[in-house]
């Protein structure tokens, strides 16, 4: 393997964990409880919301790094697909007003947890089906 390839790959590694680290960040503080404690404490709605996000931003972040003519428009890519994936987050919240998702997921409802991993995964294939 040539020394530049390698090093390009480790650049788009380190890039793109980055984003993905920064977006999970963020949507830590989207949430009214604290993911990584909740996962801590063996919750495990959180934890299918959260590996639904993570899921959903890693494929966006795939997809427009396969697709993409550049590193910008990879960036652009997945910065609108996390901001897709915001989005439906407080969609599914809108779109259930029997129930407020966030209490559920802190109660840990797993129905409410594995709705929310598919509802990334939509949106991020979705997001994936713009970007080719």
Do not use: C, Q
């Amino acid at each position: 393997m040539e020394w530049t390839v390698l090093m390009d790959s480790v650049r788009w590694f380190v890039i793109i964990m980055a984003i993905i680290f920064v977006a999970m960040f963020i949507f830590e503080k989207v949430t009214k409880f604290k993911d990584m404690e909740e996962i801590k404490n063996g919750n495990i709605a959180v934890s299918l919301s959260v590996a639904g996000k993570i899921y959903g931003l890693s494929y966006i972040m795939k997809t427009s790094a396969e697709y993409a003519f550049s590193l910008t428009e990879t960036l652009t890519w997945g910065l609108t697909g996390f901001v897709f994936l915001i989005i439906g987050y407080f969609l599914f919240e809108f779109l259930t007003p029997s129930f407020k998702v966030d209490e559920e997921l802190a109660k840990d409802n797993k129905a409410v947890g594995i709705l929310s991993l598919a509802i990334s995964i939509v949106i991020a294939h979705a997001v994936s089906i713009a970007i080719i």
